[in-house]
């Protein structure tokens, strides 16, 4: 048996054509789901980039204990497990963020590893005069600005792009081992995230979008609310299109390798996303600040199982509610390892036979925003009462944030020894007071919002009503419970211990 993970960043599914999008050029997504199970209410859990991965890894969620981090030495890791139980595991990435401080103990848990280099903020290309940079819409000024322009010197056709690299890399390794056994192939692009840069055969897929655009480039969203006129929102909108079709015939050269060595026969295909992007649908740009609306949190997810695909065919979808927890339990599973007891996510074994569920409802979010909840009908956005947005802590025994270590006053004046929590294999942690999310600020950051999903599926009307908010966050307490949040939550979150028990 063996496995392939394809992980695309930023994935919108209501760009993609299975999803009901009729602009966009995405054959070949069209075509995987004809052949596999397209997932209609599969929803992230911990965001953004590296929490989820965690959870990729760790089958849990991380969110309300600790913000972007490395694996941690307690966390059970997926790719690792495998390894130890004789799987060969091997991951092929673009993805730079494995590779700074607050990723930096992924990628070794796997047999083997390649990183292709050259996205967004990746430091890279050296160059010590900075190259210049065109006037655009919404350029942002910050370090990754320079370091990308800096990249794109390099990059002069489609072949040295990072995500081509990447995915032949990973057909490199489907050719060589296809004959072998028990093996688990990691396939992650950094694409579609911003910026969206791709090769002009794509452009010109949405030509007459380019020639009748008058205005300045805008392929980089600010984290922000819009302030765009509607030519260049459409013009965003268009540029993301462009990388998406360029995702799209990429993932077509894995589907054509399939076809050929007829690995659908014992191989299991899972084609996914982190999280989503909002592409100023809630007049909003992009990720990582809450409320998180299901441009952000329900994703586009597609798998093909060979023990129950062989009997079923696809183009079917499943309607069972799936979060990306569900991934490490599913893919041990497949390999006839169980998950671990700290597992939270479920194995998705009878889902893909029979739509069978598996939860009840889902929390999602990021530390410090808002927790959110979905029955797969209801959407509830639970927000802090507090304006400081107090108590919060970082639990952690790795004490690094996404591209830097914790600052040494942090931790010489503001942390304290907490107790073990049920996943953390008897290890005490330090536990630091947390600012949550600083910037970004959403209007609605402070607000409780329900949304019902079965009259409005785009989230613009909140509805009241006191019986179904009560329900919601019955879910919410429950699952806090049962992934052991830290007490102060509920108290941020003004749930009171009465709710907790019942």
């Not at 002069?156 to 489907?174: H, L, R, V």
């Amino acid at each position: 048996m063996k496995c392939i993970l394809i992980m695309f960043d930023s994935l919108n599914r209501r760009m993609l054509s299975p999803y009901g999008c009729d602009w966009t050029h995405t054959p070949n997504f069209k075509r995987l789901a004809e052949k596999s199970l397209r997932f209609d209410n599969a929803y992230v859990c911990s965001l953004p980039c590296m929490p989820a991965r965690r959870e990729l890894h760790t089958g849990r969620p991380n969110f309300l204990h600790r913000a972007w981090s490395p694996l941690e030495p307690f966390d059970d890791s997926m790719p690792e497990i495998l390894k130890n139980h004789g799987i060969y595991t091997h991951m092929v990435t673009d993805h730079f963020h494995y590779f700074e401080d607050g990723g930096c103990t992924y990628h070794s848990r796997y047999s083997t590893w390649e990183l292709f280099r050259g996205q967004e903020g990746d430091q890279w290309a050296a160059f010590v005069k900075k190259p210049p940079q065109p006037e655009t819409v919404a350029r942002r000024d910050h370090k990754y600005t320079d370091q990308y322009y800096s990249n794109l010197q390099l990059i002069k056709s489609e072949d040295d792009m990072p995500q081509s690299k990447t995915f032949s890399a990973g057909i490199e390794f489907i050719r060589r081992n296809h004959n072998q056994d028990k093996w688990f192939l990691q396939i992650e692009t950094f694409d579609p995230h911003e910026p969206f840069f791709s090769d002009g055969k794509y452009k010109d897929l949405y030509a007459k979008h380019y020639d009748n655009y008058k205005g300045r480039p805008f392929d980089w969203p600010p984290y922000r609310v819009v302030q765009e006129t509607p030519e260049e929102i459409e013009h965003a909108r268009t540029e993301y299109a462009a990388l998406l079709s360029m995702c799209d015939a990429h993932l077509g050269r894995v589907l054509k390798l399939m076809d050929e060595l007829d690995l659908w026969k014992d191989t299991m295909l899972i084609v996914c996303t982190d999280h989503g992007y909002l592409l100023g649908e809630h007049d909003c740009w992009a990720k990582s600040w809450t409320p998180y609306y299901n441009e952000n949190a329900n994703v586009p997810l597609f798998i093909w199982d060979p023990r129950t695909g062989k009997k079923r065919g696809g183009g079917e979808a499943r309607k069972a509610l799936v979060q990306t927890i569900d991934f490490a339990p599913t893919i041990l599973e497949f390999f006839g390892i169980p998950p671990t007891k700290d597992m939270l996510g479920k194995v998705l074994r009878e889902t893909l036979a029979n739509d069978t569920p598996v939860r009840e409802a889902g929390i999602f979010g990021n530390h410090g925003g808002q927790v959110h909840v979905t029955d797969g009908r209801y959407v509830y956005m639970r927000a802090p009462v507090r304006p400081d947005n107090q108590p919060l802590f970082d639990y952690t025994m790795m004490p690094t944030r996404m591209d830097d270590r914790f600052h040494p006053t942090e931790l010489a004046n503001n942390i304290e020894l907490a107790p073990p929590f049920t996943f953390t294999k008897n290890c005490h942690l330090m536990k630091i007071r947390s600012q949550g999310i600083k910037g970004n600020e959403h209007p609605d950051r402070f607000k409780h919002l329900l949304f019902d999903l079965s009259t409005d599926p785009a989230q613009l009307h909140p509805i009241s009503d006191p019986a179904i908010e009560k329900k919601m966050i019955d879910h919410i307490s429950h699952l806090m419970k049962e992934c052991d949040a830290p007490s102060e939550q509920w108290d941020r979150l003004g749930i009171s211990k009465t709710e907790l028990q019942s």
